[in-house]
C-alpha cells in the first residue's frame, strides 16, 4: 500500500462536459475526505464519508457535483455540465477515526 | 463562521535564523490544531499537531487559546524546510478547514 492515490492525475475538458475522478485510499481508513484547492488557496473541504456513509457536504457542493463511496472503498467525484470555474485541484484524504489525514497526489482538471 | 489566517503569504530567511508561521483561528468549540507542509512536488502531509506537543524537524508549535493562535516555530531554518505551510483547525468530525498558506524560502 503506497498510500492514497487520485486516477486520473490531469484532466483537461471542455465546458460542459462530465468528469470523474477516482480516489483509493489508505485500505484501513474508514474515513475519506473530498477537498478542492485554486491557486493561491488552501485546500476547501467538499464533503466527507465514514465509510459508505457521506456524512457531510459542503455548500460549495452544488447540485452538479456528487460523490460516492459505494462499497466503504474507493471513492468518486462527479462534475456534471463543468464550467471554467471548476478548474482546479481536487485533492482527496483519508483517515482513521482520526483527524489526521493522509492525502493523495490530488487531481489537475482543467476546463476549456 | 469557521476562519483560519496565515497573514503571511511568503516568507524569506537565511539557513540558521530563526523562522515563525501565524496561524490565527476563529472556530467554535475546542478544534484540534495541526500544521500541514507541502514540499516541492510532493503531496500534502502532516508537520504536527498540538496535542502531541511534539517537536517534528525541530519545529513546534504553541497553542495559545486567549490568542487563539498556532504559531509555528524553529529556532534555526534549514534550506530543506522550504516548502508550503498550512495550518488547519480540525473538528471532532474531522473536516479540516485550511489556511491559504505560507510559502517559507530558506536563503543559503
Not at chain 1, 39 to 64: H, I, M, V, W
Not at chain 1, 103 to 108: S, V
Not at chain 2, 21 to 38: D, M, R, T
Amino acid at each position: 500500500d503506497t498510500g492514497v492515490s487520485q486516477n486520473p492525475r490531469h484532466k483537461i475538458t471542455k465546458r460542459g462536459q462530465n468528469v470523474t475522478f477516482r480516489c483509493d485510499p489508505i485500505s484501513e481508513h474508514n474515513r475519506l475526505y473530498w477537498y478542492r484547492q485554486t491557486l493561491g488557496q488552501g485546500p476547501e473541504f467538499l464533503t466527507y464519508f465514514q465509510n459508505e456513509a457521506q456524512l457531510e457536504k459542503s455548500r460549495l457542493l452544488s447540485d452538479r457535483f456528487s460523490a460516492e463511496r459505494p462499497k466503504g472503498s474507493f471513492s468518486t467525484l462527479e462534475i456534471q455540465r463543468t464550467e471554467q470555474g471548476d478548474s482546479a485541484m481536487y485533492l482527496c484524504a483519508s483517515s482513521l477515526a482520526d483527524p489526521n489525514q493522509f492525502f493523495g497526489p490530488g487531481t489537475r482538471l482543467t476546463v476549456l | 463562521a469557521q476562519r483560519v489566517t496565515q497573514p503571511e503569504k511568503l516568507l524569506s530567511v537565511f539557513k540558521g535564523a530563526p523562522v515563525e508561521l501565524k496561524c490565527n483561528y476563529s472556530y467554535s468549540g475546542s478544534p484540534e490544531l495541526f500544521w500541514y507542509v507541502q514540499y516541492s512536488r510532493q503531496r500534502l502531509q502532516l508537520l504536527l499537531r498540538h496535542i502531541s506537543r511534539e517537536s517534528i524537524k525541530g519545529f513546534t508549535a504553541d497553542l495559545n487559546k486567549g490568542e487563539t493562535s498556532f504559531h509555528l516555530k524553529k529556532p534555526f531554518a534549514q534550506e530543506e524546510d522550504s516548502a508550503m505551510y498550512y495550518c488547519a483547525p480540525n473538528t471532532n468530525a474531522g473536516k479540516s478547514t485550511f489556511g491559504d498558506g505560507t510559502t517559507l524560502t530558506v536563503k543559503p
